[in-house]
């Protein structure tokens, strides 16, 4: 089957809906999966993507969202360890090449370690911005940490 540029999005939750948004806005063909009916309500109303209710985790209900036909898979549900399967499942079972997986814990990446899956870990990501903006600046160093230590003295 030929892959086109469908992705989908397994959780509709906060990230998930506001991604599925994003992707539609820059052109891709989204389906998002989430086992509670409700949770596409959280889609904005211009969203034009699909929205397929039930398990991301069950290979059955990915067939029917098209994953035969995805180019990428964003597994990102509030449960690291969903978010894990449904990884595996969509780089092992299907053979996906841009699988991305959010995990609260990083030291969970070892779980898909060798299956090209790119995990993204929130706190990781904050502590890079806090770093980036110099918050976590060496001792020493100008920033805002060093001025608020000279502010408290």
């Known amino acids: 089957m030929k892959k086109t540029n469908q992705i989908l999005v397994a959780g509709c939750g906060r990230l998930g809906s506001n991604l599925a948004g994003m992707l539609c806005k820059c052109g891709h063909r989204v389906t998002v999966v989430d086992r509670d009916a409700a949770a596409f309500r959280r889609l904005a109303a211009d969203f034009s993507g699909f929205e397929v209710q039930g398990d991301a985790t069950d290979p059955d209900v990915l067939e029917a969202a098209g994953i035969g036909?995805?180019?990428l898979l964003a597994a990102v549900t509030e449960n690291d360890n969903v978010n894990c399967m449904i990884a595996?499942?969509?780089a092992r079972l299907y053979g996906l090449g841009?699988?991305?997986a959010r995990?609260?814990?990083p030291e969970l990446e070892y779980l898909v370690e060798g299956l090209?899956?790119?995990v993204i870990c929130p706190a990781e990501l904050s502590l890079q911005e806090f770093y980036r903006s110099g918050l976590?600046?060496?001792e020493g160093a100008e920033g805002p940490l060093a001025r608020w230590g000279?502010?408290?003295a």
Do not use: M, N, P, S
């Open 69 to 71: 036909r995805a180019a």
């Open 136 to 138: 976590l600046a060496r």
């Open 103 to 105: 995990f609260e814990d």
């Open 150 to 152: 000279e502010e408290r």
């Open 98 to 100: 841009q699988v991305y």
């Open 88 to 90: 595996q499942i969509a």
């Open 116 to 118: 090209g899956v790119h």
